[in-house]
């Protein structure tokens, strides 16, 4: 016997096997037990949501002769009758030509399209209500939604529709307005689970619980999805599915190649990320699915944190943040496997102390460079004997400049200069000002390109030929003033 697709075997049959969907499988049954069904559906949801699932179930039952019976003596009718699917109404349901179903995004013409709508006019061949399953109802050609929009103001008598859409919003009004609007949840990982074990159990197949897990958290609200990717894992294992084979089988990392890489990035160990990295790569895994397993997995552990009352998560969010950075820089790289290599090791960088950057030097004059040298060491001379404290605080600093009476000190770094703070740089102010005789303004910059502050170290004797140029200096500028 060929092998049949797990997704096809998994298909609800009757409506309690809807999974996930019990608001949409409940009102449903109410319905069809009182006869009262529509005769135009929108299902709108995800994708692998169970739309055309519920779709075929209810056009089925649309023509099940014991649903009929039933509804005829007034019986209510449990969601496990419905559909009987014994009936032979319900046993030809598949190749029934009363029943019509296509994908609007596969690329049928117009003519198709319209040629398939304009037989909703005919009378059904031989089931009670003909029915049309339309998939991807969005992107229907303008003249078909007319059609459809047609059919749906003024039914011909034993026809339904079952409309399917992704994307409610580009649906037009017009439509929506007209039809009953069944709105399909993505299926939570704790539904999937479960059922995939009981599925497993049926077909003799060891599932493990952790697998099951694995598989339902990828399949994000898509039973679809779930259902194909255990179909892959059961192709491929031996009897048994482990959550090893999952990885395996679906090309992913594994959560302690995960947790090893996101340890090493706390414990700031280069060397572990590396290494963790690395052991990813040799298993072929491309870096995009590396860095979004990554996200996947801190999240994980957010959601495990903030369930034990824990929200001190900041640091996963800068990893998180960091790594959707590194995905959006790898699209269309040729190198990812570098980006997301530097995007770790920056990661499990070790913290550095805040260093601001150096301020612009002193650009574009430097005015009478040589004159604001004489000025600040003499002045520093004196204060050597008067005020060591302050002298201290400044003798680290290279004049950069000396314009417009504007002493401009330069520090190597940010801490050299935090000693010079604001009261130091007004007692040096009225220090200079006092030695050159006229008010002179001090101004500060840090610049990591200085040259180390030498000057102040001179021998004695160079710094009292200083002291006399400083003097010079002032007889010369006296004469400008004069002047
Ligand atoms: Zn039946």
Redesign the pocket.
């Known amino acids: 016997m060929a092998y049949e697709a797990l997704y096809t075997r998994g298909r609800p049959k009757t409506l309690s096997q809807l999974i996930g969907q019990e608001h949409i499988s409940n009102a449903l049954a109410r319905a069809i037990s009182a006869g009262k069904t529509s005769h135009a559906y929108l299902l709108v949801g995800t994708r692998g949501t169970g739309k055309t699932s519920t779709a075929r179930l209810l056009s089925?039952a649309m023509?099940?002769?014991?649903?009929h019976e039933a509804q005829l003596a007034g019986r209510p009718l449990d969601k496990k009758e419905i559909?009987?699917?014994?009936?032979d109404?319900?046993r030809n349901f598949d190749s029934s030509p009363d029943s019509v179903e296509f994908d609007a995004a596969s690329n049928r013409s117009v003519e198709d399209v319209t040629r398939l709508l304009s037989t909703a006019y005919l009378a059904p061949l031989r089931a009670r209500v003909k029915t049309f399953i339309i998939d991807e109802v969005h992107m229907l050609s303008f003249e078909a939604v007319n059609s459809i929009l047609k059919l749906i103001e003024e039914p011909p008598p034993n026809v339904a529709f079952f409309l399917a859409t992704t994307e409610i919003n580009k649906v037009p009004m017009t439509i929506r307005s007209r039809c009953q609007v069944l709105n399909f949840r993505l299926i939570p990982q704790a539904t999937i689970a479960p059922y995939l074990l009981t599925l497993a159990r049926r077909l003799n197949v060891t599932l493990q619980e952790d697998a099951a897990k694995k598989i339902a958290r990828l399949a994000e609200g898509s039973m679809r999805d779930a259902l194909t990717y255990l179909d892959q894992c059961y192709a491929m294992a031996d009897k048994e599915i482990t959550l090893e084979n999952v990885n395996e089988t679906l090309g992913l990392i594994s959560d302690e190649n995960l947790d090893d890489i996101i340890s090493a990035i706390k414990a700031k160990d280069r060397a572990a990320v590396g290494g963790a990295i690395t052991r990813a790569f040799r298993s072929g895994l491309a870096a995009n699915i590396i860095a979004e397993s990554l996200i996947t997995r801190l999240r994980d552990i957010e959601f495990d944190m903030l369930d034990k009352g824990d929200r001190n998560f900041s640091e996963f969010d800068k990893i998180i943040d960091a790594l959707r950075a590194a995905l959006g820089e790898m699209y269309g790289s040729g190198i990812p496997d570098i980006i997301l290599e530097m995007t770790l090791m920056k990661l499990a960088a070790p913290v550095q102390s805040f260093v601001a950057p150096p301020m612009p030097a002193q650009t574009p004059s430097r005015g009478n460079l040589d004159a604001g040298q004489k000025i600040f060491y003499d002045t520093l001379e004196v204060l050597n004997g008067e005020n060591k404290v302050l002298a201290a605080s400044v003798d680290k600093a290279v004049v950069t400049g000396f314009a417009d009476d504007t002493l401009t000190l330069g520090f190597k770094n940010k801490t050299m200069a935090s000693l010079f703070d604001t009261n130091s740089r007004t007692q040096f102010e009225q220090a200079v000002t006092q030695f050159v005789g006229r008010p002179i303004k001090i101004s500060v910059v840090v610049d990591e390109n200085l040259p180390p502050p030498v000057l102040s170290r001179l021998p004695e004797p160079e710094r009292s030929n200083l002291a006399n140029a400083i003097k010079t200096f002032q007889a010369s500028d006296a004469t400008k003033i004069n002047d």
Do not use: G, Q
């Not at 023509?63 to 649903?67: L, P, Y």
């Not at 559909?83 to 009936?87: I, V, W």
């Open positions: 089925k023509n099940c002769e014991r649903v559909p009987c699917n014994k009936c109404s319900c």
